[in-house]
């Protein structure tokens, strides 16, 4: 095994470990459970994630304890229903920053998908459940890998289709398991992907997208005008450059997407985000430590599907700024990102409301003291939001100008 690497690209450490390896971010502090489980509260839950349905309605998938929950709120958070548990049978939940429960909605159902850790280091199952009367019930847990080995399926996203259409994609270890039984090498890990027509009840084979991609950085998973779903994940490309490649699944190999050139043997731990516009623009948000254009937060469109970018522009050096994640609501973008500030976080946020051509003053969005997940975004017809999960405010949704 190589040794273990360390990069220190500014005030907030990012830990990379070797390609054999991966990190997971240590759990919240246990906390004693609750008698009744509303919505996420600290420090008992961890790792919220949203979504709103057609009616505006905000439902939330979290972690508390051995479970996953999904709880619904009518006034942007403020409370929330009585939750609902998705995973009928205890489960040792794999949640992170990087690797949460995810949730999506349409006018068919709700749809959550999660990790299950495995029994050994870094492996697991992407499991799947969904709910077809309103949130009340969930269905039985299904395991969506369907290699059956007791390797890596992990860092799941969830993406909604045509009416019936739920895919969930993941990062794969079966292919380096196989290249071990052959005695062969194998950089990071595979990207995976399953559809299912019938609005979850069951998914068609696994499909691999691509061989050596980056093994612990989550994916980004959009859908464009025309309904394809497409993903961005952290490359290997040759060399050890872990720079990002976009693919529309179904539609042809994976292309370049960011051109740092990043070299590194070791994993980030810090995937990139990607939003697809109303006319087709792909906007995405990414880490790099290191490369040609330095370290720090970045931002590129395309207008052309992919085979073009525009100059990255950097939305923050690497002072303490990590995971950005944008969304796109019409022309206006959205742009949201962390910084350690203190012994606290704060969330800075930039818009564009002409589609990436020009941008806002960067701002503080929200602040806070000690712990803090990533700020995630979410819309609903009218307002996009800021969600914030910390141990001192607890869940926050921070509607942005």
């Not at 749809?111 to 949130?135: H, I, P, Q």
């Not at 040609?292 to 923050?316: I, Q």
């Amino acid at each position: 095994m190589r040794s273990r690497s360390w990069i220190l690209p500014s005030a907030a450490v990012v830990l990379a470990f070797p390609a054999s390896a991966q990190h997971d971010h240590a759990p919240p502090p246990a906390a004693a459970p609750r008698a009744q489980v509303r919505g996420p509260v600290a420090p008992q839950s961890s790792y919220p994630t949203p979504a709103f349905d057609a009616r505006g309605r905000l439902w939330v998938a979290f972690v508390e304890g051995d479970a996953v929950y999904v709880s619904s709120s009518r006034d942007q958070g403020k409370t929330f229903a009585p939750a609902v548990r998705v995973t009928r049978e205890p489960e040792a939940i794999d949640a992170n920053g990087e690797a949460r429960p995810k949730i999506a909605a349409d006018t068919g159902g709700l749809y959550v998908s999660w990790t299950r850790k495995g029994k050994g280091a870094f492996t697991g199952d992407v499991r799947f459940a969904r709910s077809v009367d309103g949130g009340r019930t969930f269905s039985a847990p299904l395991t969506v890998n369907d290699d059956g080995l007791a390797t890596g399926h992990r860092f799941d996203a969830i993406s909604l289709g045509v009416p019936g259409e739920v895919l969930l994609a993941w990062v794969d270890k079966r292919d380096l398991e196989a290249a071990k039984a052959k005695g062969a090498g194998y950089d990071g890990a595979a990207v995976y992907y399953a559809t299912s027509a019938d609005g979850g009840k069951m998914f068609a084979r696994n499909v691999k997208l691509r061989d050596n991609a980056c093994e612990c950085c989550r994916l980004a998973l959009a859908r464009d005008p025309k309904g394809r779903a497409v993903l961005l994940y952290r490359d290997i490309l040759p060399g050890g450059i872990r720079d990002h490649s976009l693919a529309v699944l179904g539609q042809g190999a994976p292309a370049r997407a960011t051109f740092d050139d990043w070299k590194i043997n070791a994993c980030p731990h810090h995937g990139p985000s990607l939003a697809v516009a109303a006319d087709g623009t792909y906007h995405l948000a990414w880490f790099t430590a290191e490369g040609k254009a330095g370290g720090g937060l970045f931002y590129a469109r395309s207008s052309d599907g992919g085979r073009s970018y525009g100059a990255p522009r950097k939305l923050a050096p690497p002072s303490g700024a990590s995971h950005p994640y944008l969304l796109a609501h019409g022309r206006t973008v959205h742009v949201v990102w962390k910084e350690s500030r203190g012994d606290g976080s704060v969330v800075r946020e930039t818009r564009s409301s002409d589609g990436g051509a020009t941008w806002t003053q960067t701002r503080d969005a929200a602040t806070t003291s000690g712990r803090a997940d990533h700020p995630l975004l979410a819309a609903d017809a009218r307002q996009t939001y800021l969600s914030w999960f910390t141990d001192a405010d607890g869940y926050r949704l921070i509607g942005l100008p």
